[in-house]
């Protein structure tokens, strides 16, 4: 995978393996557009559903474990099903590497947090609104890339991210006015703040961009397999999320249950959100965060294109202008790594981080 990543940054060395690394690299990327844009207009429909709600604190605990266990699940099958040798790599990883543990829980603690704060926003804003204002996190992502990695963008990387951010802009707003309250919330459901909502959603644009950026610093100078460092964040997460739900909603589950009001919907969304984590392990990997949050900004076209035959939305032109400004700003951001000048060593350098990601895998 080092080779990969390498002949990717490289620009040619290795044409076989370069072209292998973008194949997987943009296929991951189109899934995990798939599962942003489900993810979050599942989550609106389940919290504005009529009759009992889960508590989301729960959700977030058992998203969680479940990504910890299929991490687990497949550093076993990389052991080719060997229970010892797994035990011995964790034991290697955890004990072993104990300072890697331990910073590995900042970014366990902020992802926990950020799931928390994503419900609270998306109970409290209509989803184009929530999905607009969340684009902040890829300013925030390229602000902590250059601070944390080094990475240097060209001009026409950072103009790409304002047309990208614009363009999402200008489609949400246009699918705002047609409709106008977002998603129908039924009577039954509880009243809603624009403010703590906005707050939550301002939150977690910073939380999401340090966390991203400082996971992927992890991986690249630290050597354990990816679906280790899962492992250990997961552990972390889970009970990190444990703590959360105890002093935020603890005598609520006390009182109803820790499954109290989930159904297939809910479910549904909590293995869409631990599987979105497994998404963003291999999109770190093969790519970085700044083209991650290009394939979310991707989702929200998707779910767009998705309420046409849902809610009978109709595009206008506004839509097909921020269409092409998005489909614009993500081919100046992805163009060839070999072009003169200096996108293509700053491409590079990024690509670069890619290989190092690789090394451990």
Known sequence: ???AGGGDGGGGGHPGPSTASRRVKYASLGVLVVQNASLVLSIRYVRTLPGERFLPT????MAEALKGCACLLLLLLQHRGSVRQTAVTLHEAVVGQFGDTLRLAVPSLIYTLQNNLQYVAISNLPAATFQVTYQLKILTTAIFSVLLLGTSLSRLQWLSLALLFAGVALVQAEQARAAPGGSPSPAEAPPQSYAVGLA???ASCLSSGFAGVYFERLLKTTGGSIWVRNVQLGAVGTAVGLAAMVAAEGSAVAGLGFFYGYNPAVWAVVVNQAAGGLLVAVVVRYADNILKGFA????????TVAS???FGFRPRAPFLAGTAMVLAAVYLYGRPRGDAGGGGGEGRQQDGGGGGKSVGA
């Open 1 to 3: 995978m080092a080779a």
């Open 58 to 61: 729960t959700a977030v605990v």
């Open 200 to 202: 939550a959603v301002a």
């Open 296 to 303: 979310t900004a991707l989702s929200i076209l998707a779910s």
């Open 308 to 310: 046409v035959h849902l």
